[in-house]
């Protein structure tokens, strides 16, 4: 029998519940093509060239359900935070990454979380409804 994968740390965050869309932001989507909002996703990389505005996320798509890899705008996520994972479909997908020590972890995911702040409020600078129904101004709903 084969012995379960070593967990190893990485990055999670949630999908915004709800992202604008169109001409100067003036409509909202429930979080984004790939990943049901409020769904948790993993950082397999960031690209620091783009200073970190894009990384590629592992989650469970929106449509089937089974685990997908895509670049998204790190906006599109918060509450970034370290976390131990365990999962083999996670792990198959980061093989042959530099393993990360929490500490790492919980760095890049403050600064991660810093940039996503940034990058939603400067996104929706030119518009702000009231009442307004982004991620830093809804409040989360149960369940």
């Not at 500490?103 to 810093?114: D, K, M, T, V």
Request: hydrophobic share 30%; with cysteine.
């Amino acid at each position: 029998m084969d012995e379960p994968p070593e967990p190893v740390w990485m990055v999670a965050a949630n999908v915004v519940r709800w992202r604008r869309y169109g001409d100067l932001g003036q409509e909202f989507r429930p979080g984004t093509k790939a990943f049901r909002g409020g769904a948790k996703v993993y950082v397999l990389d960031t690209y620091p060239g783009t200073g970190n505005e894009q990384l590629t996320a592992v989650g469970r798509g929106r449509h089937t359900g089974r685990w997908i890899t895509i670049d998204t705008g790190t906006r599109h996520l918060h509450t970034f935070r370290p976390q131990s994972v365990y999962s083999p479909a996670v792990l198959r997908r980061c093989a042959g990454m530099l393993p990360r020590t929490r500490e790492e972890a919980a760095e890049l995911a403050e600064r991660l979380q810093r940039i996503a702040r940034t990058g939603r409020h400067t996104h929706h600078a030119a518009a702000h409804p009231d009442p307004c129904l982004c991620h830093e101004c809804l409040p989360l709903s149960p369940g």
